[in-house]
């Protein structure tokens, strides 16, 4: 994870900006759940239509609040908590922004015998958020969508 750029502070104090966050990354996880019973492209609209405010969010702001917030409502609300639906919410408080991409890629099992992985990840003007390991596991990238509002 990063360390470096504004949104970074001292361990233990959170911001009202960080609580905010916080709780926007949690409704839409909650909401992005609905991947489970409908087509990507719907899942997407149906975030973006219910994003508001804080606009221009970070990378790093919108990384750390996606990161806090996932884990807790997966263990919560006892619902799923996957590298698509982080990578639906991070993509989802970035989409104000130029440059956000949400990527699905897969790959071979280690073993010949294992089955295909799959995996989704978010680029922001080119690099890669949630997830920097993506380029050395070797996935082949199948999908990109624009995460635009």
């Known amino acids: 994870m990063k360390t470096k750029g504004a949104g970074v502070k001292k361990k233990g104090r959170s911001t009202l900006r960080d609580i905010v966050l916080f709780v926007h990354s949690a409704r839409l996880f909650l909401e992005a759940q609905c991947i489970r019973k409908s087509i990507l492209d719907q899942t997407i609209a149906r975030l973006q239509a219910k994003r508001h405010l804080p606009?221009?969010?970070?990378?790093?702001?919108?990384?750390?609040?996606?990161?806090?917030?996932?884990p807790r409502m997966a263990r919560?609300?006892?619902?799923?908590?996957?590298?698509?639906i982080r990578s639906l919410v991070l993509g989802t408080l970035l989409s104000d922004q130029e440059g956000v991409f949400l990527h699905i890629g897969f790959r071979q099992g280690i073993a010949q015998t294992e089955p295909v992985e799959g995996h989704a990840w978010i680029s922001f003007q080119g690099e890669v958020l949630l997830n920097s390991g993506?380029?050395?596991?070797?996935?082949?990238?199948t999908l990109s969508i624009e995460m635009r509002r």
Do not use: G, M, N, Q
């Open 76 to 84: 919560w609300f006892a619902v799923c908590d996957t590298c698509l």
């Open 55 to 70: 606009r221009h969010v970070s990378p790093i702001e919108a990384e750390l609040a996606t990161l806090r917030a996932s």
């Open 134 to 141: 993506v380029e050395d596991a070797c996935y082949k990238e």
